[in-house]
Structures are given as structure tokens and as C-alpha cells.
């Protein structure tokens, strides 16, 4: 390292920290700042995928933005990753239809890398960033953070130690527990029940015709239940590690690279616990590892025929006759009955149904459902100011933080923070 003092310590290289950074140096330039991250390069969605919404509330936890705070920050998040918006075409239909049902269809502005690009994009963003001075330290984790009179300071790795003015910690969603520590060890007050579970949909191209229309649908049910992140082209679902379980995941190639003809999304229910029951990401981490032991070490899958019928399904069942298509991430054939919660189940089903009415086709029996897929970013500090300041010299930004819901709303949330860090220093 080249130096153990910094004005500004960024702890994670995803979108909320690099929106903090193209903002402080934007700013300030001669401030001194350094970006660390565990990782050998950028993770989460900016890396997987990198799929982009710009258009108010996709991506931003309400309860700290308004449309107003959102629409003046997202031109600036736009000016540095350049996208290329998608075309959107026959939106009225599919809206009148969901209208009918109760069911809300947004209109969103969206952008899309691809899971073979994305690797490009980040190397672009990290290049500009050394080029402007910043420091870059990958590889390297974050082991403790204590605040200071003067500052803060920072040990890495166990051993290692640096000091800086003020600590911007965005380590994204599986940072969650990280920032929980650092939370409960600075006595800093904070919420901890909200998570998202859900499960992913896998079904042929031609059972979700409106992707070609519209590249991600953004379907918000009653029940608070929402469509998540829909990939088509050469789409494929994942594994993702989390901890000692599974979760699963929808990645999609870029444009590129030609289609395999499937298509993949999240529906997702958002679990608000009550006391005495408040933690969400214990909840979480109970229902990943009950699938991961009912599925033999890993996720579950189920067709819809299955399902239907109330019958788990085998190995069997992902047979070439009516099963036209096989799974792109063949994990344990079984019934989700066994694995999800009655509750959220039933409120997914409803929310298909009401789908499939609205797109006809996407609960052909072929179709899959994968669980578990959760998303654990409910960790929300109590902040003291407008940019997410948690203490006189700490923020906390992103996903894992719970200021946001995606790639551009973590940016945003970056620079926000970063402007607490410049009117701090007189110049705002």
C-alpha cells in the first residue's frame, strides 16, 4: 500500500462505491482515496449480467428517495456508464391487460451489458478511476472498522492498518454481514427485517413473448409481489454461493452472442417481519439452507406440470417429449412444496396466474421453477443525514445497506454520500 492515511477509505469497487468515487474525484480532485475489495474484480450485478433501469422506482428503496432526488441523480449515473437503451413496443396492451387484474406494468428506461461484456465495462470504469489518482487495492478484506475523533481506522486482512477522514462502506448485498458487525460493534441502530424470497421461471421464448417487446417487464402484483431481472437472448439460470448454501440467479449474453431461445425471471415477495420476529436475514439464511438440505447440497427445481398436479417432480420429468426444452442449471428435481413457505408460495402462484393472463403461455407445463432465489440487502442503519451518514466519519450506501435496489440506485446512493463527504469539506 502506498500509503496508510486517506482522505477517503472506500470499502467495495460495485456501483454504489464507483458512484462515490467518480463523484468525490469529479469534485474534488486532488482528494486522496482508496477503493478496496475482497474480490479480484467488481461483483454483484454490475459484473453478472449488468442489467441497468433508469427510471424512478425500479431500483430505489423509497423510503429514502423521491422521484425528484432520483431524477436529478440518474443522468449523472447515465453520464458515466453510457448505456444503450432497449426499444419498447406495444406497452399499452400488456399494461390494459394487467390493469384489469390489478396488477401494475411499469415503463422502463433500460440498458443491458450481457454477463461476456460486463468484464469490459468494469476494466473501463476502474481504468478511468487509477487515471484520476485513486488508489485500488483488490483482493484484500476489510476485517474492522473503529471510529476515531479524527477519523477512522481501517485493519485489513487481520493485521494491517490505515487511517482515513471519512469510511464509505458499499460492500453490496453479501456484504450484509460485514456491515452488520460493524453496525452492532459502533452501536450504530439498525433495522433488520426485510427480505426478498422467490423463486426464478425458466420457460421457452415463445411462453414470454413480451420480452421482445420489452426486454425486462417490470410486473408489480398485489401482495407484494414483483417480476425481477428477465433475461432472454442466451439466457441461463445460475448458481450463486452465499454463505454455506445455494441461491439461484438469471444471467443473459449479450447481444452478440445468439440466442438459445429461453428466457428467464425472478418473482420475488418482499417479507416484512414484526417483533418480536425481526430478523430478515436470519430468516433468509434459515430458508437457503432448508433447501439446501432437502436438495441434496443444492437449489431445487420443479415444472409447472408437476406443480400443478400436486406431484414432486423426478428426473424423469425433464424428459425430450412434452419437456421440449432442458434446464440450464440442472439442480435437484423435487417439489417446491417441501421447501418454501406456504404463504409466499401461494402469493407466487397467484401472482403467475394473474401473469399468465396477462402473457398467455407462461405457465406451460414445461415451464420451471427454481428455488431458492433471495435477495438480502434489508440491513438499514439509522441514518443522521440525508447521505446515508451513519456516524460523524462512516457512511453506508448500496444494497447491502438497503438505499437501494439495483445498479443505477446504488450508484445514485453513492453519490450521495459522496456529496455529504464534499459539502464536509466546505465545498459544497
Not at 169 to 175: D, E, L, Q, V
Not at 370 to 386: G, L, V
Request: net charge positive; hydrophobic share 40%; with cysteine.
Amino acid at each position: 500500500m502506498a500509503s496508510d492515511q486517506y482522505d477517503v477509505v472506500i470499502i467495495g469497487t460495485g456501483p454504489a462505491a464507483l458512484g462515490a468515487a467518480f463523484h468525490l474525484t469529479d469534485r474534488l480532485p486532488a482528494i486522496s482515496i482508496l477503493m478496496i475489495d475482497k474480490e479480484s474484480i467488481c461483483s454483484g450485478g454490475l459484473l453478472n449480467d449488468c442489467k441497468q433501469n433508469y427510471s424512478f422506482p425500479i431500483g430505489f428503496a423509497e423510503e429514502y428517495w423521491t422521484r425528484e432526488e432520483a431524477e436529478r441523480l440518474l443522468p449523472l449515473v447515465e453520464d458515466k456508464l453510457q448505456p444503450v437503451f432497449k426499444e419498447r413496443h406495444n406497452l399499452e396492451t400488456y399494461r390494459k391487460r394487467a390493469e384489469r387484474i390489478g396488477v401494475t406494468l411499469y415503463d422502463i428506461r433500460q440498458a443491458h451489458v450481457g454477463t461476456d461484456q460486463s468484464t469490459f465495462l468494469i476494466q473501463r470504469l476502474m481504468a478511468e478511476l487509477a487515471g484520476r489518482g485513486v488508489s485500488i487495492l483488490l483482493k484484500r478484506e476489510v476485517t474492522d472498522v473503529r471510529e476515531t475523533d479524527q477519523g477512522a481506522e481501517l485493519t485489513i486482512g487481520g493485521t494491517e492498518r490505515l487511517r482515513a477522514d471519512t469510511v464509505i462502506m458499499a460492500p453490496g448485498r453479501k456484504g450484509f454481514g460485514f456491515l452488520q458487525r460493524v453496525m452492532e460493534q459502533l452501536a450504530i441502530p439498525y433495522i433488520d427485517n426485510i427480505v426478498d424470497v422467490g423463486i426464478r421461471v425458466e420457460t421457452r421464448l415463445e411462453n414470454y413473448p413480451i420480452v421482445r417487446d420489452y426486454y425486462d417487464p417490470k410486473f408489480y402484483f398485489p401482495e407484494r409481489v414483483r417480476t425481477f431481472c428477465t433475461n432472454s437472448g442466451h439466457a441461463r439460470v445460475v448458481l450463486e454461493r452465499y454463505e454455506d448454501f445455494s441461491l439461484v440467479n438469471g444471467h443473459a449474453l449479450s447481444v452478440r452472442k445468439s440466442g438459445n431461445n429461453l428466457v428467464n425471471f425472478a418473482l420475488l415477495k418482499t417479507i416484512g417481519l414484526k417483533d418480536p420476529v425481526r430478523s430478515g436475514q436470519q430468516m433468509a439464511l434459515f430458508l437457503g439452507r432448508l433447501a439446501h438440505e432437502i436438495g441434496g447440497g443444492r437449489p431445487l427445481m420443479q415444472r409447472v406440470g408437476d406443480f400443478r398436479m400436486g406431484k414432486r417432480s423426478s428426473a424423469e420429468t425433464f424428459n425430450d417429449d412434452l419437456y421440449s426444452f432442458r434446464p440450464t442449471c440442472p439442480v435437484t428435481a423435487g417439489d417446491l412444496g417441501l421447501a418454501v413457505p406456504a404463504k409466499i408460495m401461494r402469493h407466487i402462484w397467484a401472482a403467475l396466474k394473474k401473469l399468465d393472463t396477462i402473457v398467455p403461455g407462461v405457465l406451460h407445463p414445461s415451464t420451471i421453477m427454481y428455488y431458492p432465489e433471495i435477495k438480502m440487502y434489508a440491513n438499514k442503519p439509522s441514518f443522521i443525514d440525508p447521505h446515508f451518514r451513519v456516524s460523524p466519519h462512516l457512511y453506508m450506501v448500496g444494497d447491502g445497506a438497503g438505499t437501494s435496489r439495483g445498479i443505477t440506485g446504488a450508484w445514485a446512493s453513492g453519490i450521495r454520500a459522496a456529496e455529504g463527504v464534499v459539502k464536509g469539506r466546505g465545498q459544497g
